[in-house]
C-alpha cells in the first residue's frame, strides 16, 4: 500500500501549489452548471405511481383502464361549480353557456387533444370537463411538460371570464402533482440553507472559530449546486431520476461532505498543534507559520486521504446497488447520489485543501494552532471517556448488546404505512380548491376513489345487464361502502333497459353533446347517461366503478391491507359479467404493490451492498477479520435504530405504521454512512498499533478521533432533523408523515450508531479480539516495539477473548469470572 500514500501525498502537494487554480476551476465549474444546466425539480415529479415496473398488479390495472382516457394522454379536470355551498343555486343558462364556450377556449390550448363534457352534478350545482393532452405522464421531461399544460389551462380560465358567483378551478392528479412539485422545490430550497444554516452554526462551535465552518461547508455547497444539475442533464436524456432524490442529495452530500471536511481539518489542526516536523532534512530553524499549515496539509492528505476516499467509495457502492431495486424509487436515488458523492470526493482531496491553503492558520482563528499552544493535546470530552470506558471491553459490551438487543426486538412492530402522490395540493393552492368542489359535487369521482376495472366481451350498451349486475355484486360486497358506475354516474341510477334505449337515440355517451334538446321528462336520465362517458370506454368495451373502502381512506395504511380482498371481489365481479380481465387502481392499490415490492428490494440490495462493503472494508484495514464485526454492529445498530423509532412513532404516537420507505433507507445511510466512521476510527487505531499495544492505541485513536466522530454525527443528525422540522412544515399534508417518518428515524440511527456503536462498542470488540484484528496482515502477527504491556496483545490473550466474544455471541456469557470481565 505504498503507493496509496504515495499518491494521497501528491495529491496533497498538487492541492497546495495549485490552490487558486483548483479554486477557479470549481467556481468556473459551479457557475456553467447553473447557468446551462436544468434544475433537478424541474425534471423530477411527485407520481410515485410512475415508478412502478410494468408488471405490478396496479400497472397492468392501469393499461387495462387506458381506453377509458387514452393511450399516452393526460387528463386534467376542470370543475366549474356555483359558489355559496349549500345555499348555492343550480346552474344558470349563462353558466352552461359559459362552460360550453370554457370548453372550446380549452381544446385550442397547445398540445391538447380533446376536451370532454363529463356532464353536470346530481344537484345541479357542478360541471366537469376532462381535458385530454398529447403527452406522456411520466418521464424526464413529464413535470415540466404537465406544469406547462396546467398553467395554460389556467391561462385560458381566467381569459374566459367566469360568470359572478360561479367558481371554476383545475382538479385532479396531475394539477395537484403540479401544485406539490411547485411547494416541494420551494421545501427543497429552505431545506438545503437551513441545512447549510444548522451545520455552520454546529462547525463555530465544534472549531471554535469563524472561517472554518465555511471552509468546512462551501465545498458540499459547490458539490450540491453542480451535482443537482448534473443530474437534471442526464434525467432529461433519459436518466431515471427518483422524486425524492432532491431532498436526499442536499442531505447527503451536506452530511458527507461535512464528515470529510472533519476528517481532513481536525487531522491538519492536530498536526500544527503537535508542532509536527515534515520537512526532510530540515536544520530545526524556525518554519513560517504559513509554510508549516500547507506542510501539515500535505501531511494530512496523505494520511487521511485513504479514509476520505474508502469512506466515499463504501458510501458510491452501497448508493450503486441500489441500482438492483426493481422499483424505480430506490433505483433512482443510485446513479444521481452516486454522482454527487463522487463529487464531494474530488472535492474533499482538492478543494477543501485548496481552500485550507489559501486560508493559512486564519483558518482557524481565534483558535491557536501555535505547536503546543491553545488546547494542543487536548481532545473533546466523549474520546477520552469513550477510551475510560472500553477499558472493561466485557462490560461494555454486555450493557451495549442488552440495550441494543432490547430495542432490536421493538423492530418487530414495524408495520409500513403508506406513500404515494398527495390526495389533495398544498392548501391555498388553485388544485386544493378544485378538488374540494370536486369532492362535494361528484363524490363518486373526486376524493380519492378506488377504481375496478372491467374489460368486457361487447360493448356496455349492448351488455347493460352484465353492467349492472357486476354493480350490484360489488355493490354487496362488504369491502365497499359505496360504489359508482356507468348506471349511477353522477349519483341519478339508470336501469339496464333505460341505458340501452338512452344509447339507441343518443349513441354513445361520450360523443353526446350538451347542447342536445331533451323531453324534460328525460333531462335527468340524460344528464345521467352523458356522465357516464367517464366510466366508459369510447368502445364500450372498458368499463369502470369508484368505490369507496370499508377499511377506510385510500390513503390509510388498512386500506392499503385490503386490497387484496378488493382484487378478490372485483374478479368475482368479472366472473358475474363475463369479463375477459379485471383490475384494480388508485392509490390503495398502488401502496400495496409498493409495500410487497419495497420488501422484495430490501431482501435484494442489502446482501449486494454488504458484500460489495464488506470487500472495500477488507481492502482498507487489510483484513478479513474486522469486517465481520464492523458489518455486524451496523445490523445490529439498524435493527435497534428501526425498534426506536416504531416505539417513538407507532408506541408513544399512536401512529398506524411508519413509511415504508424508511427501513430501506435507514438501512443504506447507517451500512454506508455508518462505515465513515468506523474507516476513520479503525484506521487510526491501526495507525497507532503500529507503535503501541492495542489497548493504548484504541484509546490514543478515541482519544484524538472522538471529536471528529461525534461532531460529524452530530452534523448528519442535525441535517436529517432539519429535514423533518423544515419538510414538515413545507410538504403537502398527505407527504408530511412521511417526512417525518424518514428525518427523525435518520437522526436517532445516526445518533445511536455515532454516540454508541462507533465509540464504544466496536472499540470494545477490538480490544477483545486483540491483534486477530489485522489477519492476516504483518501487523496481526507483529508487537509493537519496546511495548512494556504487548504480552495483552499476544495471540493467547487474544484467543482467549475471541472465545470469550464467541461466548457473548452464542448466549453463554450468563455467568462471568472477574478477570472476564476485565478482559
Known amino acids: 500500500m505504498a503507493f496509496v500514500g504515495t499518491f494521497f501525498a501528491a495529491a496533497g502537494r498538487l492541492s497546495v501549489r495549485f490552490r487558486w487554480a483548483i479554486v477557479l476551476a470549481w467556481v468556473a465549474g459551479a457557475a456553467a452548471a447553473m447557468a446551462l444546466l436544468p434544475s433537478l425539480s424541474s425534471v423530477t415529479q411527485s407520481d410515485s405511481t410512475s415508478f ?35 345555499a348555492g343555486g343550480p346552474l344558470s343558462a349563462a353558466d352552461e353557456t359559459f362552460v360550453a364556450r370554457l370548453a372550446r377556449s380549452l381544446s385550442r390550448v397547445d398540445r391538447v387533444a380533446a376536451v370532454r363534457d363529463a356532464g353536470q352534478s346530481a344537484d345541479g350545482r357542478a360541471e366537469q370537463l376532462t381535458v385530454l393532452a398529447a403527452l406522456a405522464q411520466s418521464g424526464g421531461l413529464a413535470a415540466s411538460d404537465q406544469a406547462t399544460l396546467v398553467s395554460r389551462v389556467r391561462d385560458a380560465i381566467r381569459a374566459a371570464a367566469p360568470p359572478a358567483g360561479l367558481a371554476v378551478h383545475t382538479a385532479g392528479t396531475v394539477a395537484t402533482r403540479v401544485d406539490t412539485n411547485a411547494t416541494s422545490g420551494k421545501t427543497g430550497g429552505q431545506v438545503q440553507w437551513f441545512s447549510i444554516a444548522f451545520v455552520i452554526a454546529l462547525l463555530v462551535a465544534v472549531f471554535r472559530s469563524a472561517l472554518a465552518p465555511l471552509i468546512a461547508v462551501l465545498p458540499a455547497i459547490v458539490v450540491v449546486l453542480m451535482s443537482e444539475r448534473l443530474t437534471a442533464e442526464a434525467a432529461v436524456h433519459g436518466l431515471g431520476v427518483s422524486q425524492i432524490a432532491s431532498l436526499l442529495l442536499i442531505v447527503l452530500v451536506l452530511g458527507a461532505g461535512t464528515d470529510y471536511a472533519l476528517f481532513l481539518m481536525f487531522r491538519v489542526r492536530e498536526e500544527m498543534r503537535g508542532g509536527t516536523t515534515f520537512s526532510a532534512g530540515g536544520s530545526g530553524g524556525v518554519v513560517p507559520p504559513k509554510q508549516h499549515c500547507r506542510e501539515a496539509i500535505t501531511y494530512s492528505v496523505a494520511r487521511v486521504g ?15 446497488s441500489l441500482a438492483t431495486a426493481s422499483f424505480s424509487l430506490y433505483s433512482g436515488l443510485a446513479a444521481p447520489l452516486a454522482i454527487a458523492i463522487g463529487l464531494m470526493l474530488v472535492a474533499g482531496l482538492t478543494l477543501l485543501p485548496a481552500l485550507l491553503a489559501i486560508c493559512g492558520p486564519a483558518a482557524f482563528w481565534p483558535s491557536s494552532v501555535r505547536p503546543g499552544g491553545g488546547s494542543a493535546g487536548r481532545a473533546g470530552w466523549w474520546g477520552p471517556a469513550c477510551a475510560r470506558i472500553v477499558r472493561r471491553p466485557v462490560a461494555t459490551l454486555v450493557i451495549g448488546l442488552v440495550v441494543f438487543s432490547g430495542l432490536a426486538v421493538a423492530s418487530a412492530g414495524y408495520l409500513a404505512a403508506g406513500f404515494g402522490g398527495a390526495a389533495t395540493g398544498p392548501a391555498g393552492s388553485d388544485s386544493a380548491a378544485g378538488d374540494t368542489l370536486l369532492a362535494r359535487h361528484f363524490p363518486q369521482t373526486a376524493a380519492n376513489p378506488t377504481v375496478v376495472v372491467l374489460r368486457l366481451r361487447q360493448p356496455a350498451w349492448t351488455a347493460a345487464g352484465a353492467v349492472a349486475a357486476a354493480e350490484r355484486q360489488l355493490a354487496a360486497d362488504p369491502v365497499f361502502t359505496s360504489v359508482s358506475g356507468p348506471l349511477n354516474a353522477n349519483g341519478r341510477a339508470l336501469t339496464a333497459a333505460q341505458y340501452t334505449a338512452l344509447y339507441a337515440a343518443y349513441g354513445p355517451p361520450r360523443g353526446v353533446p350538451a347542447s342536445v334538446r331533451v323531453p324534460a321528462a328525460r333531462l335527468a336520465a340524460f344528464e345521467s347517461y352523458r356522465a357516464s362517458g367517464s366510466f366508459v370506454s369510447a368502445d364500450g368495451h372498458t368499463i369502470s366503478f369508484a368505490t369507496s373502502l370499508a377499511a377506510g381512506s385510500a390513503t390509510t395504511t388498512a386500506a392499503a391491507q385490503a386490497v387484496p380482498a378488493v382484487r378478490a371481489a372485483a374478479a368475482r365481479a368479472a366472473r358475474t359479467a363475463g369479463a375477459t380481465a379485471s383490475g384494480v387502481t388508485g392509490q390503495a392499490a398502488f401502496t400495496n404493490d409498493v409495500a410487497h415490492l419495497s420488501d422484495g428490494d430490501l431482501r435484494t440490495v442489502i446482501p449486494i451492498a454488504i458484500a460489495v462493503i464488506a470487500v472495500l472494508l477488507a481492502l482498507v484495514l487489510r483484513s478479513l477479520i474486522a469486517p465481520l464485526y464492523l458489518i455486524a454492529s451496523v445490523v445490529l445498530s439498524y435493527f435497534a435504530a428501526l425498534g426506536l423509532t416504531v416505539l417513538v412513532f407507532v ?12 427501513p430501506f433507507l435507514l438501512f443504506v445511510f447507517l451500512l454506508a454512512l455508518g462505515e465513515d466512521y468506523n474507516i476513520l476510527v479503525m484506521t487510526r487505531i491501526r495507525e497507532e498499533a503500529h507503535h503501541l499495544p492495542l489497548r493504548e492505541a484504541v484509546g490514543r485513536a478515541l482519544s484524538v478521533t472522538g ?14 432533523g432539519v429535514l423533518a422540522i423544515v419538510g414538515s412544515g413545507s410538504a403537502g399534508a398527505q407527504n408530511v408523515r412521511t417526512i417525518v417518518n424518514v428525518g427523525v428515524g435518520l437522526a436517532l440511527g445516526v445518533l445511536m450508531d455515532t454516540f454508541l456503536v462507533r465509540t464504544l462498542l466496536v472499540p470494545a470488540v477490538v480490544v477483545l479480539i486483540g491483534r486477530w484484528n489485522w489477519w492476516p496482515s504483518r501487523l496481526g502477527r507483529t508487537r509493537p516495539a519496546g511495548a512494556a504491556d504487548a504480552a495483552e496483545d499476544g495471540p493467547d490473550t487474544s484467543l482467549r477473548n475471541l472465545a470469550l466474544l464467541l461466548k457473548l455471541a452464542t448466549g453463554g456469557g450468563g455467568s462471568l469470572s472477574r478477570n472476564e470481565g476485565q478482559a
Not at 398488479?57 to 387514452?70: F, K
Request: glycine share 12%; proline share 7%; aromatic share 4%.
Open 707 to 720: 471529536t471528529t466522530v461525534t461532531s460529524a454525527g452530530l452534523v448528519l443528525a442535525g441535517t436529517f
Open 306 to 320: 485513504e479514509t476520505i476516499t474508502f469512506s466515499a467509495g463504501v458510501l458510491i457502492a452501497a448508493l450503486l
Open 52 to 86: 412502478l415496473p410494468a408488471s405490478a398488479p396496479s400497472e397492468r390495472a392501469a393499461r387495462l383502464a387506458s381506453p377509458l382516457q387514452g393511450a399516452a394522454l393526460t387528463s386534467v379536470i376542470v370543475v366549474a361549480a356555483r359558489a355559496g355551498g349549500p
Open 651 to 662: 408506541g408513544i404516537a399512536g401512529q398506524p405504521g411508519l413509511t415504508f420507505i424508511l
